[in-house]
């Protein structure tokens, strides 16, 4: 059945898609069944509408030594150029859109866009932020963000939007890892306010975090399908057989215990209607690797400052559509989108823009000592990215032949300048 959406409440349409460290042959040429997926829930609408704002998000965006080494604006750069005019190549009326913000660091970026005759025009207060949670803080893994605020239409402060894009830790056994990283994210990953002071992510209207977050699929020994990941690749086909998969979803699981405060406050859609993103063969578009089990590493969640605490299954914020798209076949993970209907906003002018409502037993704080470790890791980047860079260079694409190649080299020279000091004391 379809429903009418008034004019005033946003359409925002989030993408994310690790694309396996490949640089700017990440991507294939036509990104429509990705970036316009308005075509497919023309059925939840009475009338088609173009997306207000669109966020899109890449982890492993080329190759990690050189992300490291902070070679990545190329990358960026030829990404949002594809991306804009794929866009607007397929919007729905041939809407315009701007670029409103990007930011990448390490191999995670994130580009947001808007609607020119809409949220484009009004944007203000655009502000990015970055963080690293690798070892000694590198942007191995880490996000990145982008905050901006929208005037009300009858004047006032309007409301914030903030967007995150995450990479964190893999592995199955890293959950105490993974849970870490985003407390540290929570703590470092900050904004200015209007006092100068800074603030949490947190400290917005409407939330939205999208990425590689890497919780897997881990079943109990008893289960049938533990020792046979090809099977559990056959039935994720089933729509019933990953009603029965989702609860051994890690990040699910975790979520669901009463002193968790992972991912506060936070709403997902059923992303079992979907199947698991990961972990594909290259050049695949439908057959799992061996190697792990099929998992949910990527998702998209969200909030907005009509949800509370009491009710975190329900929200102000409607998710029309949250689904893989198979078809791209050049990562080991498929690409994931979403497309949420914002609450409509008060009619009412307010000095100040609404906040997210927390319970009172969470009070997030922006970690004393944040600068001080995101450059500390942005010092380790640099150098272990050039170190990395060089040795890839000595073994033409390999690291290890490069060391191995340094090492000979040294030796070579070790050995020549003992025979010319021996000779010299003839």
Same mark, same amino acid.
Request: a neutral charge.
């Given at each position: 059945?379809?429903?009418?959406?008034?004019?005033?409440?946003?359409?925002?349409?989030?993408?994310?898609?690790?694309?396996?460290?490949?640089?700017?042959?990440?991507?294939?040429?036509?990104?429509?069944?990705?970036?316009?997926?308005?075509?497919?829930?023309?059925?939840?609408?009475?009338?088609?509408?173009?997306?207000?704002?669109?966020?899109?998000?890449?982890?492993?965006?080329?190759?990690?030594?050189? &992300?490291? @080494? $902070?070679?990545?604006?190329?990358?960026?750069?030829?990404?949002? =150029? %594809?991306?804009? #005019?794929?866009? +607007?190549?397929?919007?729905?009326?041939?809407?315009?859109?701007?670029?409103?913000?990007?930011?990448?660091?390490?191999?995670?970026?994130?580009?947001?866009?808007?609607?020119?005759?809409?949220?484009?025009?009004?944007?203000?207060?655009?502000?990015?932020?970055?963080?690293?949670?690798?070892?000694?803080?590198?942007?191995?893994?880490?996000?990145?963000?982008?905050?901006?605020?929208?005037? &009300?239409? @009858? $004047?006032?402060?309007?409301?914030?939007?903030?967007?995150?894009? =995450? %990479?964190?830790? #893999?592995?199955? +056994?890293?959950?105490?890892?993974?849970?870490?990283?985003?407390?540290?994210?929570?703590?470092?990953?900050?904004?200015?306010?209007?006092?100068?002071?800074?603030?949490?992510?947190?400290?917005?209207?409407?939330?939205?975090?999208?990425?590689?977050?890497?919780?897997?699929?881990?079943?109990?020994?008893?289960?049938?399908?533990?020792?046979?990941?090809?099977?559990?690749?056959?039935?994720?086909?089933?729509?019933?057989?990953?009603?029965?998969?989702?609860?051994?979803?890690?990040?699910?699981?975790?979520?669901?215990?009463?002193?968790?405060?992972?991912?506060?406050?936070?709403?997902?859609?059923?992303?079992?209607?979907?199947?698991?993103?990961?972990?594909?063969?290259?050049?695949?578009?439908?057959?799992?690797?061996?190697?792990?089990?099929?998992?949910?590493?990527?998702?998209?969640?969200?909030?907005?400052?009509?949800?509370?605490?009491?009710?975190?299954?329900?929200?102000?914020?409607?998710?029309?559509?949250?689904?893989?798209?198979?078809?791209?076949?050049?990562?080991?993970?498929?690409?994931?989108?979403?497309?949420?209907?914002?609450?409509?906003?008060?009619?009412?002018?307010?000095?100040?823009?609404?906040?997210?409502?927390?319970?009172?037993?969470?009070?997030?704080?922006?970690?004393?000592?944040?600068?001080?470790?995101?450059?500390?890791?942005?010092?380790?980047?640099?150098?272990?990215?050039?170190?990395?860079?060089?040795?890839?260079?000595?073994?033409?694409?390999?690291?290890?032949?490069?060391?191995?190649?340094?090492?000979?080299?040294?030796?070579?020279?070790?050995?020549?300048?003992?025979?010319?000091?021996?000779?010299?004391?003839?």
């Amino acid at each position: 059945m379809s429903q009418a959406v008034p004019p005033n409440r946003l359409l925002v349409q989030i993408a994310s898609y690790n694309t396996n460290l490949q640089g700017e042959n990440g991507l294939p040429q036509d990104l429509v069944d990705w970036l316009s997926p308005t075509l497919q829930v023309s059925s939840f609408l009475s009338h088609q509408r173009p997306a207000d704002i669109i966020a899109v998000g890449f982890q492993e965006l080329l190759p990690l030594h050189l &992300g490291l @080494s $902070g070679f990545s604006k190329k990358v960026i750069e030829n990404r949002n =150029a %594809h991306i804009l #005019a794929q866009i +607007e190549a397929n919007a729905l009326n041939k809407e315009r859109y701007a670029l409103i913000a990007k930011i990448v660091n390490g191999g995670v970026a994130l580009l947001l866009y808007a609607r020119d005759a809409g949220v484009a025009r009004t944007a203000c207060d655009v502000q990015t932020s970055w963080t690293g949670t690798g070892p000694g803080y590198m942007a191995n893994k880490g996000a990145v963000g982008v905050r901006f605020r929208v005037p &009300g239409e @009858s $004047g006032g402060a309007g409301e914030i939007f903030t967007f995150v894009c =995450a %990479h964190l830790t #893999a592995h199955a +056994e890293n959950v105490a890892r993974r849970i870490s990283d985003w407390h540290h994210i929570v703590g470092t990953l900050l904004f200015p306010s209007p006092a100068g002071t800074p603030t949490t992510l947190y400290d917005t209207s409407h939330l939205f975090l999208l990425g590689d977050l890497n919780f897997r699929v881990v079943l109990p020994p008893e289960h049938p399908l533990k020792r046979a990941p090809a099977a559990i690749g056959e039935a994720l086909s089933s729509q019933s057989a990953r009603d029965e998969l989702k609860e051994y979803d890690q990040l699910l699981c975790e979520r669901r215990l009463p002193s968790s405060r992972l991912f506060m406050c936070l709403r997902e859609g059923e992303f079992w209607k979907f199947k698991c993103s990961y972990k594909y063969y290259l050049g695949e578009v439908d057959k799992y690797s061996a190697k792990r089990n099929p998992s949910w590493t990527d998702r998209i969640l969200y909030t907005t400052y009509t949800d509370t605490p009491d009710t975190p299954e329900h929200s102000g914020i409607t998710n029309l559509l949250y689904t893989s798209i198979p078809g791209y076949t050049t990562s080991d993970h498929k690409p994931i989108v979403s497309l949420l209907l914002l609450p409509a906003p008060s009619t009412t002018p307010a000095p100040a823009p609404p906040l997210l409502c927390l319970p009172a037993h969470y009070v997030p704080a922006p970690d004393p000592h944040a600068t001080l470790k995101r450059y500390t890791g942005r010092v380790l980047d640099r150098v272990i990215g050039c170190v990395w860079g060089i040795f890839t260079l000595l073994g033409a694409g390999s690291l290890l032949v490069g060391v191995f190649n340094f090492v000979l080299g040294l030796g070579a020279w070790g050995w020549w300048r003992a025979k010319v000091n021996g000779e010299g004391t003839v």
